[in-house]
């Protein structure tokens, strides 16, 4: 069948969206698969549309609105020549989406599956909450130029390549606080990136992702019209890639007991005023660190050894008939001084 | 046996009443060994033997006793209980307690405790309380584990942009003359507990845990040291940076202070000018002798004895005079490059208080800490923890619109402190007083509940004035201090803040703020009318 061309202004009047998205339906129900839509700022072109006969779908598009691709499927390419506002292919799941100009913002914003080509700049949140589903392949997003502030937050998962063409006077080519929250995927990024959240590192790329690029730039080159750019942009010495940060790294900071030992003071910080040699005590102690410790008085014992047999910790012992107790087994509860029958022992205070 | 006569102290009337269980006792002695207050102690009871026979025999047993003593007296801290190998003995807390009655009839003097107020029954105001503007479809509300955001708070005098005095010199920006120091830190100040008042043990691990806050996990957390000395090792070391220097009625160990100044190779964070705390409002500080151990003795340079500071400091009259001496000589002494603030007891007077030092002409008074009734102490007369002092949030409130109302918010910073997270929601309690105009707040009773306090504010413990806490953290007695695990406790106090963090965030992400809200009084709403009128906020039902 023949190309199927819309023109949403007629006699002074716009299609609304409603219209515009009701009659693709119908033409594609009618059995036209390639459509050529002169748009007025509709919104949702080429999203969640497919043929009843598993046929592909191709979408030429000039002057779009918000959100060109969304929901987009698999088998769909759209093309839109120029430049296309916020959320182009948000939650694409398989389309190939082309934009020859740049990108609004929140370009890519959720998308799990399919290509994304921009030919310029995106805009802010471009990428964020981006995943990949194992059971598919993983989305790609190739951007000619930058992207806004705070793009690839909460990214879980594919692609993204931010080529940095001619962006030399910028500060960071991923604009400011850009992979906030980012748990996978990766971002590879040619230039300048400043202002990256704690949760990700910038490492050197290794040779699958040299191979990687190699092989995607020249189809997305060749979409957006920008082969001569194609050796400039493989030249790999501006090349790196952002990934997020393991659990395991993100926990590698030092414990407070290591900055202790490698940080604060040798002796501790009281060590020239108090005798402390860091021991923690239990409750109950022996020897110096009991609270309280017993004292025998020869003069009113009757060496009846009541205070043996009570003794808890077996520390009461006689020689020559002089009770001793022993420091290294006291914990100075005071049951000797409890049961003697005539107050030889008695308790005092250690401190 | 003892006579018993009606007017003798008897266990019915201590606070605490000791439950033993004599079946499950296996007589280790434990129980009595680990009581710090010597409120227990093995004793043998002469029972009639149950065996019948033709002569009626006794028999001797030994049990644990409960001492009835007004110096000896069981606090209720539950350390018996704690190293029980069987679960045979536990304090109750004693419903016809006529402990105080008795103290004061027989000692002829007031009543001492520490910890906190035990009259708190009234709900508190900040729990009835709630973040109620939530960013729903009105504005983007944020994520509180993910997205970024500024938790730094000014400390320090601010001028208003029109004060500031800049020119353009050869295309550059300079100041004219020299703006008032100013620091960034983080709104949670660990608040002034000295060398004396708290252990040695428990001042390193607050100190520990600030240092590693600030150099390890890149939270400006500074804490304020006490009036207590200094260790002379902390004052010439970098750690000195974080730590607000305070000065108090009884200016205990500024000798060493102003000795180390020359070899001091960083200044400190700031300086806090101690004209009364919440607890005892007009009340100066209250060490007892039985805490003044060798190196309090030494560090303050004082002998071992009661140490009473005076209730204001002598030689100021005015507020205006405080200005002239007292802020004007601690600018001095660091040479105009370190905040100097004062701190309060909230009165009914604090807003004149503020209103004076913010019309100060030499913009030299760099902070207002406002400290409130429900705070805690180590030591005080029962009658001012329990019968003076003004409760926080609505003094904070007053201070804070009084400067709107000048359109001077902002310009001398406002931190609220005093029983905070006393219902166990201290990151929410300092969010709320951050929205109706606190800067930051700061807090000791939550690093000691973090320590491992057994304290309660119904009466349990709180004998933080005796040097014989029980956890080592208000301790003096070497044994007792020795308890506490600094290591343990630096961790304890370093996480808390972690997770106070996020807490914080998690209220700020609703709100829709990335930053501080300092003010933002229209993100509360309270559920009780009088706070709605008396706050100006929002009423919600």
Redesign the interface.
């Known amino acids: 069948m023949s190309v199927c061309k819309i023109k949403t202004l007629k006699n002074n009047t716009r299609m609304s969206t409603q219209e515009l998205l009701q009659t693709i339906s119908k033409k594609i129900d009618e059995g036209y698969t390639d459509f050529e839509i002169e748009a007025c700022g509709q919104h949702d072109i080429g999203g969640t549309s497919w043929s009843k006969t598993g046929k592909d779908l191709f979408f030429r598009v000039i002057n779009p609105g918000q959100r060109v691709g969304a929901m987009a499927m698999n088998g769909t390419t759209i093309v839109v020549e120029g430049s296309a506002p916020a959320d182009v292919g948000w939650l694409n799941s398989g389309a190939e989406i082309i934009v020859k100009g740049d990108g609004g913002d929140t370009a890519a914003h959720c998308a799990a599956g399919g290509k994304i080509y921009i030919g310029g700049r995106v805009g802010t949140r471009s990428g964020a909450l981006m995943k990949h589903d194992p059971k598919f392949e993983p989305p790609e997003f190739w951007v000619l130029k930058n992207t806004g502030s705070f793009s690839f937050?909460?990214m879980g998962g594919g692609i993204a390549v931010i080529c940095g063409y001619n962006c030399d006077e910028l500060l960071s080519v991923l604009g400011n606080?850009s992979c906030?929250?980012m748990v996978g995927g990766v971002v590879y990024v040619r230039g300048k990136v400043e202002g990256l959240?704690s949760?990700v590192e910038v490492v050197k790329l290794d040779k699958l992702d040299k191979d990687f690029l190699k092989s995607g730039m020249t189809p997305f080159l060749q979409k957006i019209g920008h082969l001569d750019l194609k050796e400039e942009l493989l030249d790999f010495s501006k090349w790196r890639k952002i990934i997020p940060l393991t659990n395991e790294v993100k926990k590698t900071?030092?414990?407070?007991?290591e900055?202790?030992e490698k940080?604060?003071?040798q002796e501790?910080?009281?060590?020239?005023?108090?005798?402390?040699d860091?021991?923690?005590?239990?409750?109950?102690?022996t020897d110096?660190?009991?609270?309280?410790k017993p004292i025998w008085n020869s003069n009113l014992c009757v060496g009846c050894d009541i205070c043996i047999n009570?003794c808890?910790?077996k520390a009461i012992t006689k020689e020559d008939n002089k009770y001793i107790s022993a420091d290294s087994k006291c914990?100075?509860?005071?049951?000797c001084?409890?049961?003697c029958p005539r107050n030889a022992w008695s308790v005092t205070?250690?401190? | 046996m003892a006579a018993v006569r009606i007017n003798e102290l008897h266990k019915n009337d201590l606070p605490w009443i000791i439950e033993y269980d004599e079946s499950k006792c296996i007589q280790c002695g434990k129980c009595t060994a680990a009581c710090s207050f010597n409120a227990i102690r093995p004793a043998v009871e002469q029972r009639k033997s149950n065996s019948i026979t033709n002569k009626c025999k006794t028999e001797r047993v030994l049990v644990i006793k409960q001492n009835i003593s007004l110096e000896n007296y069981c606090r209720g801290c539950g350390m018996c209980a704690n190293v029980c190998p069987n679960g045979a003995i536990k304090a109750v807390r004693n419903k016809d307690d006529k402990y105080s009655v008795a103290y004061r009839a027989e000692k002829a003097d007031s009543f001492k405790k520490g910890g906190r107020s035990n009259l708190n029954t009234e709900g508190r105001t900040l729990d009835k309380i709630k973040v109620g503007r939530i960013s729903q479809m009105t504005d983007p509300s944020l994520d509180a584990q993910r997205h970024t955001f500024e938790l730094r708070t000014p400390f320090g005098r601010v001028l208003k942009a029109d004060r500031l005095n800049f020119d353009v010199k050869n295309g550059n920006m300079i100041e004219t003359t020299q703006l008032p120091p100013n620091r960034w830190i983080y709104p949670v100040i660990f608040g002034d507990m000295s060398i004396g008042a708290v252990s040695w043990r428990m001042w390193e691990a607050m100190a520990i845990a600030t240092a590693y806050l600030n150099e390890v996990m890149g939270i400006p957390i500074c804490m304020c040291t006490g009036e207590g000395g200094i260790p002379t090792k902390l004052l010439k070391s970098r750690y000195v940076k974080y730590m607000i220097l305070q000065i108090a009625s009884g200016h205990f160990g500024w000798n060493r202070i102003i000795k180390s100044m020359p070899d001091m190779t960083e200044v400190p964070a700031g300086i806090l000018i101690k004209i009364g705390q919440g607890a005892k409002p007009g009340d100066g500080g209250l060490l007892l002798a039985s805490k003044v151990a060798r190196y309090v003795q030494e560090i303050r340079g004082v002998p071992k004895a009661d140490l009473l500071s005076p209730p204001t400091h002598q030689g100021l009259y005015s507020i205006e005079e405080s200005v002239q001496k007292m802020f004007l000589s601690m600018n001095a002494a660091f040479n105009f490059r370190v905040p100097v603030a004062v701190k309060v007891a909230a009165s009914v007077t604090s807003v004149s208080v503020y209103n004076n030092l913010l019309r100060d002409p030499y913009n030299i008074v760099g902070g207002f800490f406002l400290d409130g009734l429900a705070a805690g102490t180590g030591a005080a007369h029962e009658i001012s923890l329990n019968h003076t002092g003004h409760p926080i949030t609505s003094k904070l409130r007053d201070c804070y619109l009084t400067a709107v109302k000048q359109g001077r918010q902002g310009e001398i910073p406002l931190f609220a402190g005093g029983g905070l997270g006393q219902t166990g929601s201290f990151a929410a309690d300092a969010f709320k007083l951050i929205c109706l105009g606190a800067n930051g707040v700061f807090t000791g009773r939550m690093l000691m509940e973090i320590a491992g306090c057994v304290g309660s504010d119904t009466g349990k413990c709180n004998a933080c004035n005796t040097g014989l806490c029980p956890a080592g953290i208000a301790a003096q007695n070497d044994n007792l201090v020795k308890r506490l695990d600094v290591d343990k406790v630096a961790q304890n106090l370093v996480n808390y803040i972690l997770a106070t963090d996020i807490e914080l965030k998690k209220l700020m992400a609703p709100v829709g703020c990335s930053s501080l809200p300092i003010g933002r009084s229209d993100a509360l709403i309270t559920v009780d009318k009088h706070i709605a009128r008396r706050l100006d906020i929002q009423y919600g039902c």
């Open positions: 937050e909460f606080r906030v929250g959240a949760c900071k030092i414990s407070v007991k900055f202790k940080e604060w003071f501790g910080l009281f060590g020239d005023l108090v005798e402390d860091g021991a923690v005590y239990e409750l109950a102690q110096k660190a009991r609270l309280r009570n808890p910790q914990i100075g509860c005071g049951i001084s409890a049961v205070s250690t401190n």
